[in-house]
């Protein structure tokens, strides 16, 4: 079991920078990879990026968004530069403590609640 919970959520204006944190209880932190995903009002949840051995991205955040863990404080940062107004969205930290695609959304069990980050023009 896996427990997690996002905070660091806001508004900021375009060009902002921002950082998301996700805290792990639960299983011994640094085993299983950390995924952050996103929901914009009215679409699907996509795949922001991943932490396990190395970090992963999706394609329209490289060079943007930066992945980091601290397994000291069983965290995971998000950090999120040049934002713009489409990267408004609730973000949502997973773990998965099984094989899969680090991509996909049914590769992970465990969900945090979210935090709202609004980028305003």
């Known amino acids: 079991q896996v427990e997690l919970v996002e905070s660091g959520g806001g508004l900021v204006q375009a060009g902002d920078s921002l950082r998301v944190s996700c805290v792990a209880s639960?299983?011994?932190?640094?085993?299983?990879?950390i995924a952050w995903f996103r929901q914009a009002s009215g679409k699907d949840r996509e795949f922001v990026g991943a932490?396990?051995?190395?970090?992963h991205y999706a394609e329209f955040v490289k060079g943007r968004f930066t992945i980091s863990r601290d397994n000291a404080k069983s965290t995971v940062y998000l950090q999120m530069n040049s934002l713009k107004p489409e990267d408004t969205a609730v973000y949502y930290c997973?773990?998965?403590?099984?094989?899969?695609?680090?991509?996909?959304?049914?590769?992970?069990?465990?969900w945090g609640q979210g935090t709202q980050v609004t980028v305003s023009s």
């Open positions: 639960g299983r011994t932190f640094g085993s299983y990879p």
């Open positions: 997973a773990a998965t403590l099984r094989e899969g695609v680090l991509s996909d959304r049914n590769t992970y069990d465990y």
């Open positions: 932490i396990g051995w190395s970090a």
